[in-house]
């Protein structure tokens, strides 16, 4: 056993081996060793390697003491645990090391995050920094915090600091909120530890919440745009149906006057399970995201098994040529494909149950509209008839749908996603034991979430109602398990 896991053999007690036997634990996402993880934070590549951080919980299954945990990889689909990078222990962060990212400081990995407080229901939040010079040990910087008060006339509510550099200058965008709605404030450095607020470039008028977490602010072939978590936004239709939402404004910024110019809010995923997103931008120079694949309150059936939580696959994004913002997943996921267990094309009406089963599973099916008035597949179905998760697009509304009504255990539901009118439909699908990640065309939508059914509950069907659909093409792989085979060989084809 490498040193790594020894230490957390110690750390987190029988929950590892708990964890490892688990039915819902995931094959090739990024979870922690054991028990509790939220937002992923500090995505970087440095010196050749990706890095990535979590909100960490090592001592217990639900939310708590936030530590940040460690993972380093070279391809972003084989991944490496590292003792965990900061703890919760000086005066400014005692009752948790919040959300934050990172940035490389002329050779220096330097987290910026949220020191906690909370004193007896007091709670206080600032900035502060810590770094490394090999990428696995982190010093606390002496002069933390280095941003010790909110903005002016702002609540306590003051976290998630996203750092970049832009012409020789660091700039920083955080949560805040003021008069109960939230805000995001831009402040101004020339060496990470002084630090000055330029003033609110995003501001709630209410429709927003009263609170913005998580906040990230980049260039992207040539418009600016902010991904956030808003707080407190009421559902419309089919939007907003999360406790809380993760999305994206889109538009122009000057740094000059620090003005952002933007339009409507738009949801980055519209599933069950997708939250406080933080991206970076790669050595190739991709945007890539991650998401923490959960929901603040949701039922997570795991925690009997001694974990929960995971991140989402790494999304690349990038624009459409009519202006819509894709998140498509990363082409180094096709590393993870095993075993090709169907290529077919089919006319089909009725259900039809395929010849090919799996709990990590990619299908990618394309589908021509015909007379059916609904179509799609069916996924993690059991034997019996009596366990299944739908995804499919409602020809009459002209959405995509996902039912987790019959899912398995845990919370239920149905979401649902107008997508724009074509005569095709493209589903791509990643299932991972606990999970379904559905691209629809080629990342225009997007919908994560996770599910828990049984063991052995395998199946998969394609079906039609009310009529006839051309099934042009559908492909499956059984997908590796990256935790549990790391020395299997793998391409990308
Ligand atoms: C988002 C969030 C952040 C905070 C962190 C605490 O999920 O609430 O605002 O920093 O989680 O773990």
């Given at each position: ?58 001592f ?39 959300s ?7 050779g ?27 990428g696995?040990?982190?010093?606390k ?13 702002a609540?306590?509510?003051f ?26 404030h ?21 429709r ?32 907003h ?14 740094y ?102 799996g ?36 020809a ?19 979401r649902?996603?107008k997508?724009?009118?074509l005569?095709?439909i ?39 109602e009310?009529?006839?659909v ?24």
């Open positions: 056993m490498n040193k790594v896991l020894e230490q957390n053999h110690e750390l987190y007690g029988r929950d590892i081996e708990k964890a490892a036997n688990s039915s819902y634990r995931l094959g090739y996402h990024m979870m922690a060793p054991a028990r509790w993880i939220n937002d992923p934070n500090g995505l970087i590549h440095w010196n050749g390697e990706y890095h990535v951080f979590y909100q960490h919980h090592p217990d299954v639900k939310p708590g003491s936030i530590h940040w945990g460690h993972m380093k990889s070279k391809d972003l689909v084989h991944w490496e645990h590292l003792p965990i990078a900061i703890a919760p222990d000086k005066a400014y962060d005692k009752s948790g090391c919040f934050g990212s990172a940035v490389d400081n002329n220096v990995l330097t987290l910026i995050y949220t020191g906690h407080v909370n004193d007896d229901g007091v709670i206080t939040e600032t900035q502060c920094i810590a770094e490394s010079k090999d696995i040990h982190f010093t910087h002496q002069q933390n915090p280095v941003i010790a008060i909110p903005p002016k006339g609540s306590h509510d976290r998630d600091p996203k750092v970049w550099k832009y012409r020789g200058k660091w700039y920083m965008v955080v949560g805040s909120q003021k008069n109960k709605l939230g805000n995001i831009l402040y101004e450095s020339d060496d990470l530890l002084s630090w000055r607020d330029r003033g609110a470039i995003v501001k709630s008028d209410g927003l919440g009263y609170m913005l977490e998580c906040p990230d602010f980049f260039e992207l072939e040539g418009r600016h745009v902010m991904v956030f978590s808003p707080q407190g936004m009421e559902p419309e239709g089919d939007h149906q999360n406790l809380y939402q993760t999305g994206t404004l889109i538009g122009n910024f000057g000059e006057s620090a003005h952002f110019n933007y339009g409507e809010f738009t949801e980055l995923d519209r599933g069950f399970d997708f939250y406080a997103a933080q991206t970076f931008k790669d050595d190739k120079g991709r945007r890539i995201l991650y998401g923490w694949m959960n929901m603040w309150e949701a039922e997570m059936p795991e925690q009997a098994h001694g974990w929960a939580g995971a991140l989402t696959i790494p999304r690349e994004l990038t624009f459409h040529s009519s202006g819509q913002l894709l998140m498509k997943p990363v082409e180094e996921l096709q590393m993870l494909r095993h075993e090709k267990l169907m290529a077919e094309s089919m006319i089909v009406s009725g259900v039809k149950k395929l010849n090919f089963a709990d990590r599973l990619e299908i990618i099916a394309e589908f021509a509209k015909k007379t059916a008035s609904s179509f799609g597949l069916n996924v993690r179905c059991s034997e019996d008839g009596q366990e299944k998760t739908v995804l499919r697009f409602d009459t509304e002209g959405k995509i749908v996902v039912d987790r009504n019959q899912a398995g255990e845990g919370e239920g539901g149905i649902k996603a997508i724009s009118s005569d095709t493209k589903l791509q699908i990643f299932i991972d034991r606990s999970s379904v990640e559905l691209f629809v065309n080629d990342g225009e939508t997007v919908m994560t979430s996770r599910i828990y059914p049984k063991a052995g509950s395998n199946g998969v069907e394609v079906f039609a009310g009529g006839e051309d099934l042009l093409s559908l492909q499956a792989w059984s997908l590796k398990d990256i935790w549990n085979s790391l020395s299997e060989k793998t391409t990308i084809e």
